[in-house]
């Protein structure tokens, strides 16, 4: 299922869905006889009989109960035998048996209602649909529990795991077709203008799956030539969009012949789409999609929606969640199937591209939106339909495929889709069965990305040469929880001088591991999972400029303005969501702030020069946490293992957003700071291990120093820039003439190896 939109609600309330869910659990249906009557198109009438045959499955069954949606009940029997007192609150009827039914049998019981079609209450998107020119159902209810919704148009157990045969008898008016799942059996005069259909389906389904549609269709059909056999493809559709139907499933056998290749034979008697006026999404239902007329077209866009409802076949059609607690087993896998798509049609770049503008998105907003960063697995039931579901879950299917490798991943997902096939699975069945077959251990990878909510951060801690090998040093930080996950593997990208990437992947558990490799040459750079197979809150981009042209790498906030290119550059920039792991105070105790910072390497062939500008936006930010007196400077560190340091920039913006630029850009990484005078004079109170005077001064001043330092001492201004530096010869006393300060405030700072060990403010009046 796609929605365009979906509305959440937070109405769950534990107790009531189980009590709920108890006559569910009782009765396990063998098959279904659906009859309706909506010849009476115009009057948004439905009406009708099922029979429904069924065995308990707790014995004995003492009472009986099936699910059905704001219907009027005319009658209820039970093996041909009426039953006269029933219960019906517009969700469930119940009733108690004459006699107490046993598991060894097959009971039927026929419940005959009518009504004016269901819709579900909140956002109308799940039920029964009336148009001008058609009626339909949507199979699930975003917003009500449980999310299956054929109980909107036939009474019964209506949850994701219990499975029935179909047969469907509908009446409709003469000029009309009824379509429904499975295969069309015939059809009849019914006389009064009216026709009976006939269909049925021999495989098994849950309730949600299975659907009808009523309308002027015609019928555009082909052969799809499958790996078990030939396989009836038939798309309906009102005239007026015919042509365009036929357009947008064109490929459809394609799609199959690709998933069947991917993920194992396609499994039903029939594939097939109904086009319907419906503006928020498709739905899967099995052999007979519910496709929108808006979609109608031969755009990647729409035809990744075609692609992801087809897929749907495999995932949650075949093989179904247990629970919609693991619906990213439904959603995330046909969200992931889009790529596949992509990929298959389109090439191995537009994959990546595809994948990573969704990764780009998830980090940026899934956790505002479904409000918060939550597991993909045990999800609350009022994000059952969330972005973190399909979006987050797309991801992390590509992070697993590459994790795996493609020689393993396949073939283990067949397995598991026949292993399950017409049957439901968990989360843990996945993880179990995946790690069975190819012998990888996923429970690290299911820990990290599954079980826990927000993602592992990887970065580049260090890079030491002995001879022919490095050894890369990497480290794991938290982003959006709190957990730290063991099974880590990461890409390394050495690059030679042709800027040919070669990786090579390292495994570490816990927040930090390296590995020595030996690449063969000596690299001219190495970058972090330069091929994007561990999408999470690290965007990657990699270019060779040739001009004066503006680079702009897909998604961050950062653009590199060559000015001197004489040849070619090969540049790499990495942009993480989270700040450095060590961001400490450095000089005039300036705070590295928890947000995005940034990686740039280049290699040039002859001269490169060129600014950066490096962009903030704090709003919505819950991470900054900004005073009043701070000041905001971009930072610069040659390497991981050096200090954060003032370097030269412009300013344009606001405390709240706005762009640093830096001209003729270095290689190293670059982060947002803070400053804060209140609480530098604050320390400089407490510390008093230097002094000057007279403060404030118009000209020079004193300094008096610890006893024998004999250490530099350097002079700050208020932007955290290094100013001028006073050589002192292990004096106690000196005096400095100040003839360069302009009237201000600056800081004096007694270094050592970088590090200020003792500081003092002197103010220098006109």
Not at 276 to 285: K, L, Q, T, W
Not at 449 to 465: E, L, T
């Amino acid at each position: 299922m796609k929605t365009l939109y979906f509305f959440t609600i937070l109405f769950f309330i534990a107790g009531f869905v189980n009590s709920q869910n108890s006559h569910r659990d009782n009765i396990d249906v063998q098959h279904y006889n659906i009859n309706i009557d909506v010849s009476s198109l115009g009057n948004y009438s439905l009406s009708g009989h099922t029979e429904i045959i069924f065995r308990a499955i707790d014995e004995p069954l003492e009472q009986v109960a099936f699910d059905l949606y704001k219907y009027h009940i005319d009658s209820v029997s039970l093996n041909g035998v009426w039953i006269d007192d029933f219960d019906y609150n517009d969700t469930v009827i119940s009733f108690y048996p004459a006699a107490e039914i046993n598991a060894e049998q097959n009971d039927t019981c026929t419940i005959y209602y009518h009504g004016y079609g269901s819709e579900e209450p909140i956002g109308a998107w799940g039920g029964v649909h009336f148009t001008n020119s058609m009626v339909f159902n949507m199979g699930v209810a975003l917003n009500e529990v449980p999310h299956g919704f054929g109980r909107a148009w036939f009474p019964c157990i209506d949850n994701f795991t219990d499975r029935a045969t179909y047969e469907f008898h509908i009446i409709t008016r003469d000029d009309h077709r009824a379509i429904a799942t499975g295969q069309l059996q015939g059809f009849s005069d019914y006389g009064d203008d009216e026709l009976l259909w006939h269909w049925a389906f021999n495989q098994t389904s849950p309730t949600y799956l299975v659907s009808f549609a009523v309308g002027p269709f015609t019928l555009n059909d082909t052969v799809y030539d499958g790996m078990h056999g030939s396989v009836p493809v038939e798309y309906y559709a009102i005239n007026s969009d015919s042509s365009a139907a036929a357009a947008t499933f064109a490929d459809v056998p394609e799609m199959l012949a690709l998933f069947e290749d991917k993920f194992g034979p396609y499994h039903w008697e029939k594939a097939g789409y109904t086009v319907v006026d419906f503006n928020s999404g498709a739905m899967e239902h099995l052999t007979n999609i519910a496709y929108p007329s808006y979609a109608l077209t031969t755009d990647p866009g729409n035809q990744t929606l075609v692609a992801h409802e087809l897929s749907h076949h495999w995932f949650g059609n075949l093989v179904t969640c247990s629970d919609a607690a693991d619906m990213w087993l439904n959603e995330g896998w046909a969200s992931y199937c889009e790529a596949i798509y992509m990929e298959h049609f389109h090439g191995t770049e537009q994959y990546r591209q595809y994948v990573k503008s969704n990764q780009i998105s998830v980090v940026n907003s899934a956790h505002e939106t479904d409000d918060g960063y939550w597991a993909l697995s045990d999800m609350p039931y009022d994000l059952t339909y969330s972005t973190t579901v399909y979006d987050k879950g797309s991801i992390i299917v590509h992070n697993l495929r590459q994790y795996m490798g493609d020689n393993l991943f396949f073939p283990a997902v067949k397995d598991y889709l026949s292993a399950f096939s017409e049957s439901d699975a968990s989360t843990e069945d996945l993880r179990d069965h995946l790690s069975a077959y190819s012998g990888v251990d996923l429970t690290g990878f299911f820990d990290n990305y599954v079980f826990h909510g927000g993602f592992p951060q990887y970065s580049i801690d260090s890079m030491v040469y002995y001879g022919d090998e490095v050894k890369v040093a990497v480290s794991q930080q938290a982003v959006g929880r709190n957990f730290i996950g063991d099974g880590n593997k990461i890409s390394i990208g050495f690059v030679d001088e042709e800027w040919n990437v070669h990786e090579q992947w390292l495994q570490f558990d816990g927040q930090q591991g390296s590995q020595f490799f030996n690449p063969g040459f000596a690299p001219v750079m190495v970058v972090l999972d330069y091929y994007n197979k561990t999408a999470g809150p690290v965007f990657d981009h990699s270019a060779v400029l040739y001009n004066s042209e503006t680079y702009y790498p897909t998604g961050m906030d950062l653009n590199v303005m060559p000015e001197t290119i004489s040849d070619s550059v090969f540049i790499h920039v990495s942009e993480m969501w989270k700040g450095p792991a060590e961001r400490g105070e450095n000089i005039n105790h300036i705070e590295v702030l928890d947000t995005k910072w940034w990686r740039i390497v280049f290699d040039p062939k002859g001269d490169f020069v060129a600014s950066g500008r490096f962009y903030y936006s704090f709003f919505g930010n819950d991470s900054v946490n900004l005073e009043d007196g701070d000041s905001l400077m971009l930072v610069y560190r040659p390497d991981d293992a050096s200090q954060w340091q003032y370097i030269e920039q412009s300013l344009t913006g606001t405390i709240n957003s706005g762009s640093f630029t830096v001209q003729n850009i270095p290689q190293g990484n670059y982060a947002i700071a803070r400053w804060n005078e209140a609480s530098v004079i604050g320390q400089l109170n407490r510390q008093k291990q230097i002094e000057a005077w007279p403060n404030p001064s118009k000209k020079g001043f004193y300094i008096q120093l610890p006893t024998n330092s004999g250490q530099t001492i350097y002079v700050f201004n208020q932007q955290g820039q290094k100013i001028d530096a006073i050589k002192n010869n292990s004096e106690n006393l000196l005096y400095y003439p100040a003839k360069g300060l302009t009237p201000g405030t600056y800081f004096l700072h007694l270094m050592k190896s970088g590090v200020s060990e003792a500081q003092c403010k002197i103010v220098i009046t006109p």
